[in-house]
Nanobody, 130 residues
Framework: QVQLVESGGGSVQVGGSLTLSCAAS????????VAWFRQAPGNPREGVAA???????????YYTDSVEDRFTISQDSAKSTVTLQMNRLNPADTAMYYC????????????????????WGQGTQVTVSS
């Protein structure tokens, strides 16, 4: 059973940066898709970014359009931590951010689908003020 713990949330002003981390225990190794989702009050949970390591050892990443030029997802070599570097934050980025994992690779069609993930963290709050 994979357990996920997020950290790094907080409050920043518009244009600021935050780095979120997702620490995984019981991680089964390469090939797992790990994603960041976010949910603002009254809104559905949406995929922000996802990453997996392919059989060629390359990392494959996926982003929702609104963050693609501002956020960067990465995974450490031990595959125990996935980081989301968030730059040029704006109030629309305010939400609870969740880390999620599933025991297969990400793909462009399903990486952002909540129902495709079986493991979730408790979330970390990000607040961007103007």
């Amino acid at each position: 059973q994979v357990q996920l713990v997020e950290s790094g949330g907080g409050s920043v002003q518009v244009g600021g940066s935050l780095t979120l981390s997702c620490a995984a225990s019981g991680h089964s190794g390469s090939g797992n898709c790990v994603a960041w989702f976010r949910q603002a009050p009254g809104n559905p949970r949406e995929g922000v970014a996802a990453i997996h390591q392919g059989s060629d050892n390359a990392y494959y990443t996926y982003y929702t359009d609104s963050v693609e030029d501002r956020f960067t997802i990465s995974q450490d070599s031990a595959k125990s931590t996935v980081t989301l570097q968030m730059n040029r934050l704006n109030p629309a980025d305010t939400a609870m951010y969740y880390c999620a994992a599933r025991p297969n690779r990400c793909d462009s069609r399903s990486w952002g689908l909540v129902a495709r993930y079986r493991n979730w963290g408790q979330g970390t709050q990000v607040t961007v003020s103007s």
